[in-house]
């Protein structure tokens, strides 16, 4: 019995597609795991925790498809250079806020609900 993947790997470009893929996806199982750990570290509290790393998670659920749509209609290189940049934006802010002073949130009072948990 042959091995299928020998047949989808003969492909030209296959395996760095592949390995690539692979690499890329690595910090959308981990960034919820970070998430929680980095704030029940520093606040003591999970339910802030899982309240941000939800949030992550149903907005990474809903913008990857549309990413993708944009990917298949534009190429990957015009479509995720800007992404990757929006994405070390948004860790930023939420390092940024976390690591401020106790009670106080670089969020806007109009902010979501996980934000606006810093604010005093």
């Known amino acids: ?4 993947y020998r047949e989808i790997f003969r492909a030209p470009g296959a395996k760095g597609f592949s390995a690539a893929g692979f690499f890329a996806r690595l910090p959308i199982a981990m960034a919820p795991i970070g998430i929680v750990a980095m704030l029940s570290q520093t606040h ?4 802030l925790a899982g309240a941000v ?4 998670a149903l907005t990474n659920a809903a913008a990857a498809p549309q990413i993708s749509r944009l990917v298949d209609r534009m ?3 015009r479509v995720l250079i800007p992404a990757t940049i929006i994405s070390v934006i948004a860790f930023a802010a939420l390092i940024t806020a976390t690591n401020g002073r106790p009670g106080h949130c670089s969020c806007p009072p109009s902010s979501p609900p996980p934000c ?4 005093p």
């Open 53 to 56: 790393s939800a949030t992550f």
């Open 116 to 119: 606006r948990a810093f604010l």
């Open 75 to 77: 190429g990957q290189s």
């Open 1 to 4: 019995m042959s091995n299928p």
């Open 44 to 47: 003591g509290e999970y339910w």
